[in-house]
């Protein structure tokens, strides 16, 4: 097999990774415009899985996966499959939607162009590359 084909085969068989390489795992940031209220994603060590925290207030649930996981692969948003292959958008934003008559606590895990995604109600996005 020649080096394109290689190349071909791996690009198909994981088309969107995190860009982590032998034990070095480097804070992401966030594109410019993609959140507002966020623009870093920071590796927890202890938890082995990457942590995006944004306000809830500002952003929704759906919009900070979207960029978590954009900048996990270094992938433009547009590029990577539709949120709603994994998850309904709109019932997550409504899952964790903020206000004072909806004080839910919890988390909901699923999975995602490849990573296990959790979402807390306390604004917290985890993406675990494993």
């Known amino acids: 097999m020649d080096q394109q084909d290689s190349n071909t085969t791996k690009a198909n068989v994981f088309p969107q990774q995190a860009v982590v390489d032998d034990g070095d795992y480097p804070d992401l940031r966030i594109e410019n ?45 547009m590029a990577l499959d539709p949120l709603y292959s994994a998850i309904d958008p709109s019932a997550l934003d409504d899952l964790f939607a903020t206000s004072p008559a909806h004080r839910r606590r919890g988390q909901i895990v699923f999975r995602y162009s490849g990573f296990e995604i959790m979402v807390s109600t306390h604004g917290v996005i985890e993406v675990n590359p494993r």
């Open 33 to 77: 415009d993609l959140l507002d209220s966020a623009d870093e994603i920071t590796y927890h060590e202890d938890d082995k899985v990457y942590r995006l925290e944004y306000d809830q207030s500002v952003d929704t649930p759906s919009e900070a996966v979207v960029a978590a996981v954009a900048a996990m692969t270094h992938t433009d948003p």
